[in-house]
């Protein structure tokens, strides 16, 4: 009976391992399975707002078929503007009654034209170094009134301007040059 007893014990022994083994794995899967439908929840919420679900823009022929049923002429040839940042902030020194300045700024190049957009990209080393030898050129005086930084931006404009005609042959490509950030110390 001892044997019996002795093995009906160790099969109980065994039983209760078995069950206390499912029951912890039980848990992890149920974990797991929770991670991952929290892990895809945080994947969703993310790319709806990051616009992914978003229907894609109209058409030209959408916006005109659109226009001309409302009964309103739609602009012709009209793109929207492209800004194209240009990073890192400029930052230049000027030497003013003996002491050292600053300048940092921070330049925004506007155009509606795809092509010059992607010349903007390619000759970037040639744009920044334009303007920094205009921004680098002013007074610092100068650039504390409101109209020496307005001709600082002109100048701006037509440098990079100048930049866009020697590579495309285009001589109204750029719209704007933008200061976006202008901090003087």
Known sequence: MRRKNGMAEEESEVAEDAT???????KIIVLIVAVLVL????VGVTLFFLGFFDPPPPTEEELA?????AGVEAPKGKISAMY????????VNFQSRGRQRFLQTDVTIMTRDPEVFATIQKHLPLIKNRLVMILGGGAYQELQTNEGKELMRQQAMQGV??????????????EQVLFTNFVMQ
Do not use: L
């Open 65 to 69: 078929a659109a226009a001309a049923e």
């Open 84 to 91: 194209f940042p240009i990073q890192p902030p400029f930052v």
């Open 39 to 42: 892990i895809a929840g945080s």
């Open 161 to 174: 301007q100048a930049v866009i005609t020697e590579e495309t042959g285009k001589e109204d490509g750029v």
């Open 20 to 26: 206390a083994a499912k029951g912890g794995k039980g």
